[in-house]
């Protein structure tokens, strides 16, 4: 059976860890992103499910139906193209953070998104950040 973001974004997920993993892996596995394993470790609001993908540490963490945020230990371009077909809009924002990890946004809301870009823009921790969504 696929699982869509329906599962898991758009709704609030199952409270329990194991079924969120199971839903959060079964649509990155749907939008082919193959090696990529997530582990829940928080189930509830904000949600985070961190894991592996091609040796590289990834993180997802995500208000249902408002925002999520994919942090990678490095690019992954493959990663934030599967999540962008599977919340069916684009992401707002890429950065690097203070760690170097590569962080992209996804806001569901206008004006937050616009209001995250202002707050990110003008941090002098985040480095070489561009708004996706324009």
């Known amino acids: 059976m696929t ?24 649509t990155l596995w749907a ?4 090696g990529a394993y997530v582990r829940c470790v928080r189930a509830e609001a904000p949600f985070r499910a961190e894991g592996w993908w091609k040796g590289k540490r990834i993180a997802v963490e995500w208000e249902p139906g408002r925002w999520l945020t994919l942090r990678c230990e490095g690019e992954a371009p493959a990663v934030a193209e599967a999540l962008r077909y599977a919340l ?3 992401p707002t924002l890429r950065y ?3 760690d170097g990890w590569v962080v992209t ?9 616009e209001a995250r870009w202002q707050a990110v823009q003008g941090h002098p ?3 070489n950040p561009r708004r996706l969504d324009v």
């Open 3 to 26: 699982v869509d973001a329906r599962a898991w974004f758009y709704s609030s997920p199952d409270s329990q860890a194991h079924v969120i993993t199971a839903q959060v892996n079964r």
């Open 88 to 90: 069916k809009f684009a």
């Open 31 to 34: 939008e082919r992103v193959n």
């Open 105 to 113: 946004e996804w806001h569901a809301d206008p004006k937050a998104r």
């Open 96 to 98: 690097e953070d203070s």
């Open 125 to 127: 921790a985040y480095k």
